[in-house]
């Protein structure tokens, strides 16, 4: 995300423009398609494109090419590594974490998302195909931390420590087992 970009609202592919909606919106409807298992990869790649250019006459191979740059370009903003370096400027070995283990779900927690979204001010059924994605992304990754989703992500992440209290680890245990992050399709108590 650069401030002195303006927002895209179009994109040129193969010397022709494209409209390009990334409201907040049709890129999670986007993001909705690609885990549902019930339709085909080819239809996928034309709602998905459909949602984002509009009707067009793309064939399947362009339409794989048009995606692979939009979502690289425009949707994958916080996937993408930073690099470290040390004193000397050497490139630092990427260290894993010990679980790279999900710790936000959009769709499972879209109403804590809405609800801290909420908290500080914002109405996103009102930003509906107003906020860019970029935007979304950028206020989400930095809600502050008494944001009920902040809360929730730093339950999942809890580990116990030393001093902890039997009853303070069963609490956290049962907070986890709570706010974990399901399968998709999977039911909630809720």
Do not use: C
């Amino acid at each position: 995300m650069r401030l002195n970009d303006p927002l895209a609202t179009s994109i040129f592919f193969n010397e022709k423009e494209y409209p390009l909606n990334l409201s907040f919106n049709r890129v999670l409807d986007v993001l909705e398609v690609i885990e549902r298992k019930d339709i085909l990869e080819f239809h996928k790649l034309t709602i998905m494109m459909s949602i984002l250019i509009g009707p067009n006459e793309l064939n399947y191979a362009d339409l794989v090419e048009l995606w692979k740059l939009i979502r690289d370009k425009y949707i994958n903003l916080s996937d993408k590594k930073h690099v470290k370096y040390d004193l000397q400027g050497n490139v630092m070995p990427d260290i894993e974490e010990e679980e790279d283990k999900k710790i936000l779900d959009i769709q499972q927690d879209a109403k804590y998302i809405y609800a801290s979204f909420r908290q500080i001010g914002i109405n996103l059924y009102q930003e509906q195909n107003k906020m860019q994605w970029s935007e979304f992304q950028a206020i989400l990754e930095s809600l502050p931390d008494d944001t009920i989703m902040q809360k929730i992500i730093q339950i999942r992440v809890w580990q116990p420590s030393k001093g902890d209290s039997g009853k303070y680890k069963m609490h956290m245990k049962k907070l986890q087992d709570k706010y974990r992050i399901g399968e998709v399709g999977e039911l909630d108590d809720e």
